[in-house]
């Protein structure tokens, strides 16, 4: 497939989310997080996904005396370099983190980018049939009656 097509369909699907502080004191197990680091965050994750990691985005595996198990989806470094993970467990002491937000649906996005996608879809449909067809409105090739003898 053709990358740029990818990157934006991952930011369509992406900008559908948003992330706000947490309405609980703690946050709730399974729930997706994101994690702003303290510096000593930072070094505490080094070892499992890299240097100078300012935030740890992934799913809140459990939570037990002070340190926190998130399966990690994705992380940015403080000099703004993403990379996406696939789970891999991570455990940072609750005092390694100086904000923790939750991920939410972000309704109205997500109903504007299903509207745009829809009537893009339709437009597009509408011109590869309208391309299809001659000035006079008929199908390519012919009329469609018997073949000549």
């Known amino acids: 497939m053709n990358r740029r097509f990818l990157i934006v369909l991952a930011v369509l699907f ?19 997080v994101r994690a702003h680091l303290t510096l000593a965050g930072t070094e505490e994750v080094a070892r499992v996904l890299g240097r100078d990691i300012a935030t740890l985005d992934g799913r809140l595996v ?12 994705a992380t940015v470094t403080r000099s703004m370099i993403s990379t996406a993970w696939t789970g891999e467990e991570v455990r940072i002491p609750a005092s390694s983190v100086e904000k923790l937000e939750r991920r939410v649906l972000d309704k109205k996005r997500t109903i504007r980018t299903a509207f745009f996608a829809v009537l893009g879809a339709v437009g597009v449909s509408a011109l590869i049939r309208s391309l299809g067809r001659d000035p006079s409105g008929q199908p390519p090739g ?3 009656g018997p073949p000549p003898a």
């Open 142 to 144: 012919g009329g469609g």
């Open 14 to 32: 992406a900008g559908c989310y948003r992330y706000e502080p947490l309405r609980t004191p703690k946050p709730l197990v399974g729930e997706n």
């Open 62 to 73: 459990s939570e037990e005396a002070g340190i926190m198990h998130i399966a990690a989806s």
